[in-house]
């Protein structure tokens, strides 16, 4: 097990989209692993594999400190929203990926999403409140979809320009 590096906006594997998981064999298992123990590190709740640079539809998802009946640890492979609710939700998200950047995101309050588990068992489960988002940020990731591609263009627009001003003071200082 180990900590890998996060990739932070801009590098272009965040954008690509990722590649479903063939053989679910222990290399699969041992990136789960690594995604655990790199979202702990950074005190995350969520992780798609291309964060960390590998393009493979994998994430993994815990809640258990964010939330009273949190569920986690959750690894999926090659997960799928198989069905939306109508309903919205709108709540603040962050990601990883472009750290202290927190917007209000809209998205379908409950989802069906179907995959495997890391010792290939068919998941489907229908979910909503922070699951359901958690599981859908990390799902737009293997699409190369971030959530800032979620806000209005001027709410994108300014919420990149604040971050790419903090970013270049911390550089400087
Ligand atoms: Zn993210």
């Excluded at 917007?103 to 890391?118: K, N, Q, S, Y």
């Excluded at 959530?147 to 971050?163: N, Q, V």
């Amino acid at each position: 097990m180990a900590v890998r590096e996060i990739k932070i906006l801009g590098d272009p594997v965040l954008r690509e989209p990722a590649v479903e998981v063939e053989e679910l064999d222990d290399e699969v298992r041992a990136l789960v692993e690594d995604m655990l123990e790199t979202m702990y590190h950074a005190e995350g709740i969520g992780l798609a594999a291309p964060q960390i640079g590998i393009s493979r539809r994998v994430i993994v998802v815990d809640l258990r400190d964010s939330d009273e009946e949190g569920v986690g640890p959750v690894a999926l492979i090659n997960p799928t929203v198989v069905e939306s609710g109508k309903k919205a939700d709108k709540a603040p998200e962050g990601c990883l990926s472009i750290p202290g950047m927190e917007e209000v995101v809209e998205r379908p309050e409950t989802v069906t999403v179907e995959g495997l588990d890391p010792d290939g068992n068919p998941f489907s489960m229908q979910m909503s409140g922070l699951l359901s988002r958690a599981i859908q940020h990390e799902i737009d990731h293997l699409d190369g979809v971030l959530f800032i591609d979620r806000l209005s263009p001027l709410k994108r627009r300014m919420a990149l320009k604040k971050w790419q001003k903090s970013r270049a003071e911390e550089v400087a200082s």
